[in-house]
């Protein structure tokens, strides 16, 4: 089968730092399902994963957490899919990715394509529904009824990147709060409104201020979707009593967690790969959820946030598509779709 791989950890530019490759289609076994590839997402996982590092792969590892195909053989223990189904799925990092013809995926973090979808409407969703999900309603425990929250509100920073361009649907849309995106730039101020976002302050300007400005002084919850370090005394500084802050973004230093002891307010971390990582007990709630999703997606009420085709799914498109997501100015998601 064709793959796309590395050995190396080179910078985007070097020709060798993704490569066209063959490989074994892999056996399925356990609760497996094989799934043919037709299209895939690109995330900063993969860039992040990708880094320049002196490291050697012996073998080819192939990156990619996003993509949506076909089931073409299930595991003994499967019980959730059958041959012929279209899915959608993340992944599980600890595994080899989606950047190859066919890929084994534990079918408890697999959901059914949304029907209204094509192959690459489906894959720009499911790494960002699922964080975004999660972030929202298990993290941060936002509750999914517009009538409890009434004059609650939600700060989006980063709103209008993969997983910004989703939180703002499902909390506007599904949880009915109040939600203040960030966005720095016309293009993505727009992009942000369109999905749903009802004030946009600018990440480059005074936060405090310009919350002021639109009376939010104080957002009962915030998600940080870019650079925890520097955002994270503002956050503090804004936070309602009590209220919650959920981040999906690493830290580079420490930071100072007593900024929120006196506002008893909490924060927490997102990442969409502790259920598959330590195979929890409620991994399957990732199945739900991108059950749930793909529903909504069919409802009318999400749509998906897709933005950019390359076609076919090869090295140098994937190589274009890194290169674009390290510049950080990719708006919703870019998507790379068919082998040929
Ligand atoms: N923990 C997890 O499970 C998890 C899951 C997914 C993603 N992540 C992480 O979350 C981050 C966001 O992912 P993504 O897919 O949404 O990224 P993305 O699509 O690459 O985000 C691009 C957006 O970031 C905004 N941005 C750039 N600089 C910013 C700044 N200084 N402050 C605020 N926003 C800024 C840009 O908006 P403007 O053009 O308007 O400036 C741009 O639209 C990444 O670090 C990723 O690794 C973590």
């Not at 399902?33 to 192939?62: F, G, M, Q, W, Y």
């Not at 964080?131 to 298990?138: M, R, V």
């Not at 009538?147 to 993969?162: D, E, F, P, R, V």
Request: glycine residues 6%; negative net charge.
């Amino acid at each position: 089968m064709k793959a796309v791989g590395l050995t190396r950890y080179l910078p985007i530019t070097d020709p060798e730092s993704l490569m066209d490759i063959e490989l074994d289609i892999p056996e399925v076994s356990g609760r497996d399902l094989l799934v043919r590839v037709h299209a895939v997402s690109v995330n900063p996982v993969d860039t992040k994963v990708r880094k320049p590092k002196d490291k050697v792969e012996p073998s080819p590892k192939i990156l990619g957490w996003d993509a949506a195909g076909e089931v073409v053989k299930t595991g003994p223990e499967c019980t959730y899919f059958q041959v012929g189904d279209k899915v959608f799925y993340a992944g599980d990092l600890t595994r080899s990715g989606s950047n190859a013809e066919y890929q084994l995926i534990d079918e408890r973090i697999v959901g059914v394509m949304p029907q209204s979808l094509n192959f690459a409407q489906a894959a720009a969703l499911p790494l960002t529904a699922v964080t975004a999900w999660e972030a929202l309603f298990d993290r941060l425990q936002i509750v999914q009824e517009p009538a409890h929250n009434k004059g609650k509100s939600l700060l989006i920073i980063g709103g209008a990147g993969g997983v910004g361009s989703i939180a703002i649907q499902l909390a506007s849309k599904l949880a009915g709060i109040t939600v203040v995106a960030t966005a720095s730039r016309p293009e993505t101020e727009k992009w942000v409104r369109e999905l749903g976002a009802h004030h946009v302050v600018n990440h480059r300007q005074d936060l405090m201020q310009q919350m002021a400005a639109i009376g939010i002084v104080q957002p009962d919850y915030i998600f940080c979707c870019n650079d925890t370090d520097t955002y994270f005394p503002v956050m503090a500084a804004l936070i309602k009593p009590q209220g919650r802050i959920c981040s999906i973004v690493e830290t580079v230093r420490p930071v100072d967690i007593n900024l929120l002891k006196n506002k008893s307010a909490a924060f927490v971390w997102e990442l969409m790969y502790t259920r598959s990582m330590y195979q929890t007990d409620d991994m399957v709630e990732q199945h739900n959820i991108l059950n749930i999703v793909a529903r909504l997606v069919d409802q009318g009420l999400v749509t998906t946030t897709l933005k950019q085709t390359l076609s076919p799914i090869n090295a140098e498109n994937l190589r274009k598509a890194h290169a674009q997501l390290e510049a950080g100015t990719t708006i919703g998601k870019i998507v790379l779709s068919s082998w040929h």
